[in-house]
C-alpha cells in the first residue's frame, strides 16, 4: 500500500519550514517510527517517523526545499521489501547475482598479486589486460602507479560541529561560508525586531547568595532523596522569587498589544536554553502551582529534550516572562535582550565571592549581580527598581517565600 508522507501541521506562528536532512534514501528499508526527516522551522526541528514496517519509495522533497503544513514530502510503501542497494541499475540492464561474483574475481598472476598487496590497490579495482581479462605483472605496477599518484583524499568535517566550521586549518587566513539556518536567521530577526521596536533599558542589582547556597547545602540530599533524584539547584528559587515579585508588580507581567496593555493573572515563565542550534526558550506554565521541585525537574527535561533536539514548538510557545543564566557560561554581567511580547526579562550571572561591607565589617560573600531588562513604554524606572528589589530580598531572606511576606 502506498503512503504519502506529509510535512506536520504548523501552528499559525509558523509559515513554513526547510527540509533539513533525509535519514534514508530510496529504497532504502524503515521500521514502523522509524526517524525518516528532520524539518527545520523558524522555532524547532520537527521530526517525520515512518508510519509502518516498509520502503521509501521516493523523494519528492529535498534537503534544502521549502514545505507547507501537510504538504507531500516522499512517498512511502508499507509492507515493501527494499532494493539490494539505493544505488543499483535499473534491472533490465543489471547483471544477475551469479555474473556479478564472477566478474568481481578477478584472476591475478602470482607476480601481479604480490605488486597489487604491496602496493595496497584493490584486486577486483585492476582492469585485466591479459587473456580472458586476466590481471598481468603490468597492469598492477600501472594500477600501483596510478594509486600513488593520487593526491591524498582530506577527510570532511561534520557540517553541524561548530568548532570544524571555524578552525579546520591553523595557517593562511582560512573563510568559510555556510548558509544560516532558519532557527538562528529566526532569533536574528526577533533579536533586531526587539532592540528597534522597543524602549529597552536594563537595571541592575546584586544579590548575596549565601542563604540561598547554605539552606541548599543543608537539605539538597533529603531533597533529592524525597523527589525522586530531583536535584535541588537555584533556578527554582529564582522562579518562585519572580513569582511573588510578578504578582506585587503585575505590570511587568504584562504585555503590549497595539495600543492595549494585556495583564496576564498567571505566570508563564520562559527559561532560556542554550542549543548547538541557537538559543530557545521553552516556558514552564502555571507556575504559581508548581513546587520547587517540579520547576527543577521540568528545567531538567527542557534541557535534556534540548540537547536531543526533542523541543516541540509547543513547548516555547507562550509566556509572559522570561529567566536568563548567562552565569553557567561565566558572565559576570550583562544587558539580557526582551523576548517580545513579554516586557521584561530577569539575567542571572556567575556567582562570585567579593568583599563587602556588612554592619561596618569587611566580609567576604558569594555574590551574583542580577539585570532585569524592561520596556520602558510600559514599564517605570520605579516599578523596575522595586520588582528587582524584591527579587533581592525575597531570595536573600528565602522564608519570606514562604511565608508569603
Do not use: C
Not at 542563604?211 to 543543608?218: S, T
Not at 513547548?315 to 522570561?322: A, I, K, S, Y
Not at 532585569?372 to 524584591?390: E, M
Amino acid at each position: 500500500m502506498t503512503i504519502e508522507i506529509k510535512a506536520p501541521q504548523f501552528p499559525e506562528s509558523i509559515a513554513d519550514g526547510t527540509i533539513a536532512n533525509w535519514h534514508k534514501q530510496p529504497g532504502e528499508a524503515v521500521k514502523r517510527d522509524e526517524l525518516l526527516v528532520d524539518i527545520e522551522t523558524d522555532k524547532v526541528v520537527l521530526e517525520v517517523v515512518a508510519p509502518a514496517d516498509g520502503v521509501l519509495a521516493k523523494v519528492i522533497k529535498g534537503a534544502g526545499d521549502t514545505v507547507v503544513s501537510d504538504e507531500v514530502i516522499g512517498i512511502f510503501e508499507d509492507g515493501a521489501v527494499a532494493t539490494a542497494t539505493t544505488s543499483a541499475p535499473k534491472a533490465a540492464s543489471a547483471p544477475s547475482a551469479a555474473a556479478s561474483s564472477v566478474a568481481a574475481e578477478k584472476v591475478l598472476s602470482p607476480a601481479a598479486r604480490k605488486i597489487a598487496d604491496e602496493g595496497g590497490v584493490a584486486a577486483s579495482s585492476i582492469d585485466g589486460s591479459g587473456r580472458g581479462g586476466r590481471v598481468t605483472k603490468e597492469d598492477a605496477v600501472a594500477a600501483v602507479k596510478a594509486q600513488q599518484s593520487k593526491p591524498a583524499p582530506v577527510a570532511a568535517p561534520p557540517a553541524s560541529s561548530k568548532a570544524d566550521l571555524l578552525s579546520p586549518l591553523l595557517s593562511g587566513r582560512v573563510e568559510k561560508r555556510v548558509p544560516m539556518t532558519r532557527m538562528r536567521a529566526r532569533i536574528a530577526e526577533r533579536l533586531l525586531n526587539a532592540a528597534q521596536t522597543t524602549a529597552m533599558l536594563t537595571t541592575f542589582n546584586e544579590v548575596n547568595m549565601a542563604p540561598i547556597m547554605e539552606l541548599r547545602a543543608r537539605h539538597k540530599d533529603a531533597f533529592e532523596k524525597r523527589h525522586n533524584g530531583t536535584r535541588l539547584g537555584f533556578m527554582s528559587f529564582f522562579v518562585r522569587a519572580s513569582i511573588e515579585a510578578l504578582k506585587r508588580f503585575p505590570v511587568v507581567n504584562s504585555s503590549i498589544d497595539g495600543n492595549d496593555i494585556v495583564y496576564h493573572g498567571y505566570q508563564d515563565i520562559g527559561v532560556a536554553v542554550s542549543t548547538d542550534k541557537g538559543l530557545v526558550v521553552p516556558v514552564l506554565r502555571d507556575t504559581d502551582a508548581l513546587s520547587l521541585a517540579d520547576v527543577e525537574s521540568k528545567i531538567r527535561d527542557f534541557g535534556l529534550k534540548a540537547r536531543d533536539g526533542k523541543l516541540s514548538i509547543e513547548d516555547m510557545q507562550g509566556g509572559t516572562f522570561t529567566i536568563t543564566n548567562g552565569g553557567v557560561f561565566g558572565s559576570l554581567l550583562s544587558t539580557p535582550i526582551l523576548n517580545p511580547p513579554q516586557t521584561a526579562i530577569l539575567g542571572m550571572h556567575k556567582i562570585q565571592e567579593r568583599p563587602m561591607a556588612v554592619n561596618g565589617q569587611v566580609v567576604v560573600l558569594p555574590m551574583m549581580y542580577l539585570a532585569l531588562s524592561y520596556d520602558h513604554r510600559l514599564i517605570d524606572g520605579k516599578d523596575a527598581v522595586q520588582f528587582l528589589i524584591t527579587i533581592k530580598d525575597l531570595l536573600e531572606d528565602p522564608a519570606k517565600i514562604l511565608l508569603d511576606i
